[in-house]
């Protein structure tokens, strides 16, 4: 089987960018600021925070929400120590950002970035997260924000025409019971190397934080707005196959490594994984809902998550086209996307287990 494509954000600053894209994933870290910090201080012990400490953005993209999950974390754990040590802990701690992403990754536009007045050393580490990228027990908090719901392949079986799990759309709908369960084992085997990993790296005692989207239990991906979205993503492809301008076979053996969770689905990987214990698993209401139902918005967004993979399996030019289609596509989609089933948005607490 061909490797499956990395899964890079659109770079750069541009209007595409997912720079300029990126304010319904930045919303969430926001609303699960409180929660996050009072997760820090009540779970993180003292004993940890020393003259070095250490934080890690795994999937970091390239900005500007990384740095508001980092200098969040930062903000939280000088409080704590301010609070229940007396000191001052500008005068007492170096911190030290450690941003890890694809080798792929625009880290340019990352450090270029960089906020001005920072209280931070930094420094990138490309890779992908699925493996061990840092020294053992290197770090003391960990973030990973919107990205825990890659797999690191395409289930096996999934673009296989003679395969039960062959699958004819382009993600997990939820409605193809084979199609399912080969997506669940791939991300639960996925998702145990990349907390086994984590957990090598973090100190023992160390927490990592995870912000993203899952759905909730019963519920399947299509029947909600990101899936909705998928299928508009998908129909477009579609379309381009029946005008000629692509070939079906290459439209049908299209598929992404996404595989949004269950809430107990995620859970009970998170146990079986053995090497954490889940300290907060937190419903955040988020400010945007599910999604802006803005057609153009939600256009501009797909391309700036989705384009990078899209053009790597079907060369920039159809990319743009398939774009061109979207809008449209989601426009007729409204009535699906005004009724579609809430998805969940959380914020999850590890600890490293001693």
Known sequence: MATTPKWIMVGGEGPESYNQNSSYQRALLEAAKEKMSEAIKAKLSLDLISDRFSVADFGCASGPNTFVAVQNIIDAVEDKYRKETGQNPAENIEFQVLFNDFTTNDFNTLFQS???????????????????????????????????????????????????????????????????????????????????????????????????????????????????????????LNDLAQQGVIEQDKVDSFSTPLYFAEENELKQIIEETGRFTIEAFEDIIHAKGEFTLDPKVLAVSCRASF????????????????????????????????????????????????
């Open 307 to 354: 384009g990078t993979f899209l053009s790597q399996h079907f060369g920039e030019q159809v990319f743009t086209k398939v774009f061109d289609l979207i809008e449209a596509k989601l426009r007729q989609e409204l009535p699906r996307l005004l009724n579609a089933k809430p998805g969940m948005q959380y914020l999850i607490v590890l600890r490293k287990k001693n």
């Open 114 to 236: 960089l906020p001005a007045g920072r209280r931070y050393y930094s420094a990138g580490v490309p890779g992908s997260f699925f493996e061990r990228v840092l020294p053992k027990e290197s770090f003391h908090i960990g973030v990973i924000n919107y990205a825990f719901h890659f797999t690191s392949k395409i289930p096996k079986g999934i673009t296989d025409r003679d395969s039960p799990s062959w699958n004819r759309d382009m993600h997990c709908t939820g409605f193809n019971e084979a199609v399912k369960k080969a997506y669940l084992d791939q991300y639960s085997a996925d998702t145990k190397i990349l907390l086994d990993a984590r957990a090598d790296e973090l100190v023992p005692g160390g927490l990592m934080l995870l912000f993203g989207s899952c759905l909730r239990d019963g519920v399947k991906m299509s029947e909600t707005s990101k899936g909705i979205v998928l299928d508009a993503v998908g129909a477009s």
